[in-house]
């Protein structure tokens, strides 16, 4: 059969949503941000809530996020997406609220905000995209560093007896009372593309229900801020991060899987 | 046994040639071009059309989402 005859409007089973703009995504090739944005959208699509969604951008490399996603959007000072997306929440409690921030935003500067919001039980979801390294300014060292990980203010890799040891905030908020539906994701292969998805419409759809809180968590990778090609950083992301960042859900129904 | 059978349209101009689709390809179908487009990227494409069986894999994760996939059911 010609290729010619395949291609054909009957035979769709793929495309891109509608619901990204036709902007140029400025994410480096490889970058997991792309596929993150995408599934967002496509959950988005599917629950035909593009009316009701609003995001919330952050500061870092997805800080451009309003101009990639087709809904309404905010975007807040660096960590304070988590507050902002309480105020308009409480103000328009049928609406879909979301933040979408990555480790620098969320873990380090916004921490206050991110655990407070959680805290609280805002009913609202945060997407959280943790790629161990401040991206957007050059690689420096975040607080989801792993130890002995090379940034450029960590050149001999970080030393956990002065730099202290990586965190894993999303086990921190999981503690709360706040959340609801804390759970940790990736994107790099078809296979976790396809439950992280589940996990996004999850998330959307306990707004509905006014359950509390839902993080999803998305290990991600930065081969620029690596130095490594895509597939390098994405064997590296699977041999050193998930070890350390296991993948799966941490708290289900308001209840810690292992506590 | 019906086989599927597929192809995929890459939209060449987004492609950023990160090659993450072709790793991902479980029948070995897609390639990356010798040529570069408009960005300077050797952008993916079907090097071996027979083979594909539209199984999406690739086009769910392109981090670009430049990949269309079509599928026919074949006897």
Sequence with gaps: MEVKEIIRPENLVYKRTPLLTDAYLSYCPGCGHGTVHRLIMEVVEEMGIQEDTIGIAPVGCSVLAYDFMDIDCSQAAHGRAPAVATGIKRLWPDKYVFTYQGDGDLAAIGTGETIHACNRGENITIFFVNNGIYGMTGGQMAPTTLEGMKSSTSPYGRNNETMGPPYKITELVAQLEGTHYVTRQAVHKPGPVRKAKKAIRKALELQKENKGLSFIEFVSNCNAGWKMTPNDSNIWMEENMFPFYPMGDIKVDGKLVNG | ?75
Excluded: F
């Design chain 2, 1 to 75: 046994m019906a086989k599927a059978k597929g192809a995929i349209v890459v939209d060449v101009e987004r492609c950023k040639g990160c090659q993450v689709c072709m790793v991902n390809c479980p029948t070995d179908t897609i390639g990356m071009a010798e040529a570069v487009n408009g960005k300077g990227y050797h952008y993916a494409y079907m090097k071996d059309p027979e083979s594909c069986t539209g199984c999406t894999n690739c086009a769910v994760v392109c981090p670009d989402g430049v990949i269309t996939v079509y599928r026919v059911k074949k006897n």
